[in-house]
């Protein structure tokens, strides 16, 4: 079921299947600003990533002499989740560890998603609670697609700080290389190198 919040600038359509955003329209105009999934280039939209975001060699992990099988990014993007909180402009939704779950993953946790519409903003809360005794491991992030209306290149990602970008190159594993892209800015200009044979860009020491 998908769910509706809006303001004056924005409406937006989240899903209780994976807690995912299926839609950004501008409120005045229509626009829609979110990739629409299709399934020839790449079918998501705006996927959450738990408990892990990218690939596990072979698909497998061991935790405490026990192997774990788990795919790309986690579960939580195939889970439903419960909406446990609505209003006109904000939503939380909410996804708690069960029998399923602990087959891939053998933690207990609630992971709480909260979306709010400020003005023109969406801001997105993770909230990750372990309720296993000792240490709970994870990652968590965003995949969201955009929908542009011209080349990558015209485009740049904004930070709230100046920030020094250093990447780690995975050409050779057996060597520990870093590049620098940026030094002390706000703005990231995209270029079309940056996503060439599907890879990612992996910070280090932000």
């Known amino acids: 079921m998908n769910y509706v919040l809006y303001n004056q600038n924005l409406k937006v359509s989240v899903s209780d299947y994976g807690a995912e955003i299926q839609s950004i329209k501008s409120a005045k105009t229509g626009i829609e600003y979110l990739w629409q999934g299709n399934a020839e280039y790449w079918k998501g939209r705006a996927p959450i990533l738990f408990p892990i975001c990218g690939r596990l060699y072979?698909?497998?992990?061991?935790?405490?002499?026990?192997?774990?099988?788990?795919?790309?990014h986690g579960f939580a993007r195939r889970k439903m989740f419960d909406v446990v909180k609505k209003t006109e402009n904000s939503a939380t939704l909410l996804l708690c560890s069960d029998e399923d779950t602990r087959c891939e993953y053998p933690f207990d946790f609630e992971l709480r998603v909260t979306y709010t519409l400020t003005n023109s903003e969406i801001n997105i809360r993770y909230d990750v609670?372990?309720?296993?005794?000792?240490?709970?491991?994870?990652?968590?992030?965003?995949?969201?697609?955009?929908?542009?209306?011209?080349?990558?290149?015209?485009?740049?990602?904004?930070?709230?700080?100046?920030?020094?970008?250093?990447?780690?190159?995975?050409?050779?594993?057996?060597?520990?290389?870093?590049?620098?892209?940026?030094?002390?800015?706000?703005?990231?200009?995209?270029?079309?190198?940056?996503?060439?044979?599907?890879?990612?860009?992996?910070?280090?020491?932000?």
């Not at 698909?59 to 790309?72: A, P, R, S, V």
């Not at 296993?132 to 491991?137: F, L, N, S, V």
């Not at 990652?139 to 780690?168: M, N, P, Q, W």
Request: proline share 2%.
């Open 58 to 72: 072979d698909k497998q992990y061991t935790f405490n002499g026990k192997t774990y099988n788990m795919l790309i």
């Open 129 to 206: 609670l372990n309720k296993t005794k000792g240490d709970m491991y994870f990652s968590i992030g965003a995949h969201e697609g955009y929908a542009i209306s011209s080349a990558v290149e015209d485009y740049s990602a904004i930070f709230e700080k100046a920030e020094t970008l250093k990447i780690r190159v995975f050409d050779d594993p057996s060597k520990e290389e870093y590049k620098l892209i940026s030094e002390g800015k706000k703005e990231l200009p995209m270029k079309n190198e940056y996503f060439k044979d599907d890879e990612s860009l992996v910070f280090v020491d932000i």
